[in-house]
């Protein structure tokens, strides 16, 4: 099993910067890639970011292109998520996600989540 845990949410002014991290403990040699989601009050669960865990490439969705960026420390089994250029619209809990195997597989392991709100 792997256990993920973030920190770094809080609360931030519209345009200002915060970093999010997750650190990943347990059966980490399993993790084939890591990801960022995020669920805004009454909306669905939505894909924010991920990385490739061995070779570090990245993929965004298209409203945080440009203002967020993922990047991973593989010595601290740690991802980080950068947001630069806060919305309101960030406004959500912002969940870690651990997937083994494939990419093309699902997200096996979740963190419990850290509130970000962006005030404005």
């Known amino acids: 099993q792997v256990q993920l845990v973030e920190s770094g949410g809080g609360l931030v002014q519209a345009g200002g910067s915060q970093r999010l991290s997750c650190e990943a403990s347990?059966?980490?040699?399993?993790?084939?890639?890591m990801g960022w989601f995020r669920q805004a009050p009454g909306k669905e669960r939505e894909f924010v970011a991920a990385?490739?865990?061995?070779?570090?490439?990245?993929y965004y969705a298209d409203s945080v292109k440009g203002r967020f960026t993922i990047s991973r420390d593989n010595a601290k089994n740690t991802i980080y998520l950068q947001m630069n250029n806060l919305k309101p619209e960030d406004t959500a809990v912002y969940y870690c996600?651990?997937?083994?195997?494939?990419?093309?597989?699902?997200?096996?392991?979740w963190g419990q989540g850290t509130q970000v709100t962006v005030s404005s």
């Open positions: 990385i490739r865990w061995s070779s570090g490439s990245t």
């Open positions: 347990g059966r980490t040699f399993i993790i084939y890639g």
């Open positions: 996600a651990a997937k083994r195997g494939s990419w093309s597989g699902p997200y096996n392991y």
